[in-house]
């Protein structure tokens, strides 16, 4: 099951296999296309997928506050934060270790009502998963 995000061709965040662990946290793959930049990894990891759709859908409601998925343990993060004219600015941060670390932080601006069917999605993930 599949949660896509798709403002244009370039302006993407595919979240996939979705893996619930048994602390209430959880993983998935993700996919991102911002712009020239792309990033994917089978392994992200966060804490609340539950926590992250209700401020999502309380930041789409209010048009104000933030959400953000990440993992305690970790640097990396999605995070939606409301701006004015019901914009929701999309950034995130990821990294790869290595022998030489890479890091990418990408974003986006994209209109509020492409919110609705990704949280629909979201949600769906969670009955079917985190149930």
Known sequence: MDVELKIQPDKKIVLSSFVNIMDGS???SLSIQSGRFSYSTGEFYFDCLYKFTNEVKQMYQSL?????LNYHYER??????AKSMGHIEFS?????????????????IFDQSYLPNFIEQLERVIQTKYS
């Open 64 to 68: 104000s506050g933030s959400a953000e």
């Open 76 to 81: 990396e993060y999605l995070k939606f934060e």
């Open 26 to 28: 959880g993983s998935c």
């Open 92 to 108: 995130g941060e990821f990294i790869e270790y290595g022998e030489i670390q890479q890091e990418l932080s990408c974003g986006f």
